[in-house]
């Protein structure tokens, strides 16, 4: 089976320190992963790795079978879809929901390139497949937060990559918006075309079923990985977040986690 991605004792330095420790971890074709994490763990760090800005101080790391040193790292990012609030701010108000979609084919902020009649409607095809068909024609400006981030995921489709990238897709998003974001990754990820998916969170109770399987970062270090039922529990949760929880499992076999003081 194919190798998405394969860290071999990486590590990665800013002065002196360590940010990401001897991490060493694989994620094989058509494996969803989810990666938890509390702020500081070095989840971002490790995404800016795999996206190639950013290269192991040692160690190996290869991603879509080039191994960084040895491979066309701009040619690697076009086979990664990554969606983020944090792009948001770089796009155009003005711009139609499809326009914004239809620029993820060319990686740019807008379209300025002559494209093909095809490939606006493929824009608009992806974002109804993922339930935003009300938002054609609407400019960007006035769109909620979760529909901006429906735009997002939609855009990151138009390449077909290989590798989607969602970081911390619900955040800003209120209840309703937030499990129609769900929704639409969960459609997503039953497509017999999905591409890897690989989700990063705070929170346990956004990891959906179709992410089966749970990389626990804590102060850069591997903390745990493996498959989520054996990994989601009250006693390992418990270490890995230095504090008493208490776990309510949902009916579609997602977890929620509560510090255990407050009941």
Sequence with gaps: MKTILSFDNVTLKKGKR??????????????????????????TTMLKMIHGDLWPSAGKLEVLGGVFGHT???????????????LQDWLHPSD???????????????VYE?????????????LANIGGAKLIGKPYRILSQGERQLVMLARALMTQPELL???????????FAREHLLESVSQLSNQPNSPALLMVSHYTEELLPCFENVMMLKQ???????????LLNNENLALFYDHPVKIFKAADQRVIVYPAKQF
């Excluded at 701009?74 to 944090?86: E, F, H, Q, Y």
């Design 114 to 126: 002559k494209y093909a009649k095809k490939d606006l409607e493929k824009a608009k095809s992806y």
């Design 72 to 86: 066309n790292i701009p040619n690697l990012k076009k086979r990664i879809g990554w969606v983020s609030t944090a």
């Design 18 to 43: 360590e940010i990401l420790k001897n991490i060493n971890w694989k994620i094989k074709e058509k494996e969803n992963w989810a990666i938890l994490g509390l702020n500081g763990a070095g989840k």
């Design 220 to 230: 850069g270090e591997v903390f745990a990985q493996g498959k989520r039922k054996k």
């Design 165 to 175: 990238i969602l970081d911390e897709p619900c955040n800003g998003l209120d209840l």
């Design 96 to 110: 139609t929901a499809e326009f914004i979609v239809l620029s993820g084919k060319y990686a740019t902020i807008g």
